[in-house]
């Protein structure tokens, strides 16, 4: 099993920044594709940013240029850097993880997810 432990959510004003990680935690496993999705209720979940075992980042088209996805593969940590936010930001952060296991079976994990919310 693997736990994903996410961090760094709050309240912040437009046109301000913040940083949230997400830490994987458990038994021996490699994480392969690693990211963030957001929530509003009552709409669908959507990918925010993902990045790669390779390092390549992918965003989607409402934060590409304002956000940053980052990893550390010797900690186990994935970073969202926020900038430039906005109110349409708001929502709650999930991050999710792609894990291979010591057996080669790879499996998806979710955190628990952190509130975003940006101010007008």
């Known amino acids: 099993q693997v736990q994903l432990a996410e961090s760094g959510g709050g309240l912040v004003q437009a046109g301000g920044s913040l940083r949230l990680s997400c830490a994987a935690s458990?038994?021996?496993?490699?994480?392969?594709?690693i990211g963030w999705y957001r929530q509003v209720p009552g709409y669908q979940r959507e990918v925010v940013a993902a990045i790669t075992s390779d390092g390549r980042p992918i965003y989607s088209a409402a934060v590409k240029g304002r956000f940053t996805i980052s990893r550390d593969n010797t900690n186990n940590t994935v970073y969202l850097q926020m900038i430039s936010m906005k109110p349409e930001d708001t929502a709650v952060y999930f991050c999710?993880?792609?894990?291979?296991?010591?057996?080669?079976?790879?499996?998806?994990?979710w955190g628990q997810g952190t509130q975003v919310t940006v101010s007008s």
């Open positions: 999710n993880a792609d894990v291979i296991n010591r057996w080669g079976v790879q499996s998806r994990y």
């Open positions: 458990g038994s021996t496993f490699t994480i392969n594709r």
